[in-house]
C-alpha cells in the first residue's frame, strides 16, 4: 500500500522528474520506488526536501490519504478562481509577447 499517494500524483503530474525529487530527498531512485510500492518509508528530512521543492506542506506529502479539491467549500472554489486568474493573466501577457509566460501556459497544457 502507498503511504504518500499526494506525492505520487506530484510526480505523476508536475513537471518535476523523479531524478529531481530523488535528488532534492537526497535518496536513490530505487528507494523512492521502494517507498511509493510501500516497503520503505521517508526519514523525516527527506519529506520536508520534498515538501519544500513543491512548495506545499510536509503534511500533504505526508497524508496518508489523497488530498483532493472539493468544490462545495468556499477556500477550495477561492483557490481555483485565482488559479484561472492567474491563467487568463499569463494567457493575456502571451499574447503581448512575454515569452516566459508563453512557456507557463505551454507548461500548464
Not at 520503505?40 to 506542506?57: G, N, Q, W
Not at 500533504?60 to 489523497?66: E, F, G
Not at 487568463?88 to 499574447?95: D, I, N, W
Request: glycine content about 6%; some cysteine; hydrophobic content about 40%.
Amino acid at each position: 500500500m502507498n503511504k504518500y499517494p499526494n506525492l505520487q500524483e506530484l510526480i505523476k503530474y508536475h513537471p518535476y522528474s523523479e531524478a529531481t525529487v530523488c535528488g532534492h530527498a537526497g535518496i536513490e531512485p530505487e528507494l523512492l520506488h521502494a517507498i511509493l510500492e510501500g516497503s520503505e518509508a521517508f526519514a523525516p528530512a527527506e519529506v520536508i526536501a520534498i515538501a519544500r521543492l513543491y512548495e506545499c506542506p510536509v503534511d500533504v506529502i505526508s497524508c496518508p490519504c489523497l488530498i483532493m479539491l472539493d468544490m462545495t467549500r468556499i477556500r477550495h472554489k477561492k483557490m481555483v478562481r485565482d488559479v484561472v486568474s492567474i491563467y487568463k493573466q499569463l494567457g493575456r501577457m502571451a499574447e503581448g509577447g512575454n515569452n516566459e509566460a508563453e512557456g507557463y501556459l505551454k507548461w500548464a497544457a
